[in-house]
């Protein structure tokens, strides 16, 4: 079974910056891919940023150029680093792990809120 741990959120000013991080169970080096979603209230989850085991990252247009996913297989982790956050950031942030076999497992969630 995968668990995934989502840390970092908060409350952050406009403008402010935040760094999330995703500490999974097992070695996310395996995953085909990992991914951070959000979900606003009254919003479907959206993707926010995905980091393949192959291939370039990929971002939601409203997050390119502020927002960073990056991964350290060795403390099976993933990141994401936030910048310049708006108001309209603001939701709960999944940690997601696609496998090889195309399951997906997803963390708990943690609150992302921007406002000043």
């Known amino acids: 079974q995968v668990q995934l741990v989502e840390s970092g959120g908060g409350l952050v000013q406009p403008g402010g910056s935040l760094r999330l991080s995703c500490a999974a169970s097992v070695s996310i080096f395996s995953m085909r891919a990992m991914g951070w979603y959000r979900q606003a209230p009254g919003n479907q989850r959206e993707l926010v940023a995905v980091i393949p085991s192959r291939g370039p990252t990929n971002y939601a247009d409203s997050v390119k150029g502020r927002f960073t996913i990056s991964r350290d297989n060795a403390k099976n982790t993933v990141y994401l680093q936030m910048n310049a956050l708006k108001p309209e950031d603001t939701a709960v942030y999944y940690c997601?792990?696609?496998?090889?076999?195309?399951?997906?497992?997803w963390g708990q969630g943690t609150q992302v809120t921007v406002s000043s």
């Open positions: 997601n792990a696609a496998s090889p076999y195309s399951r997906q497992y």
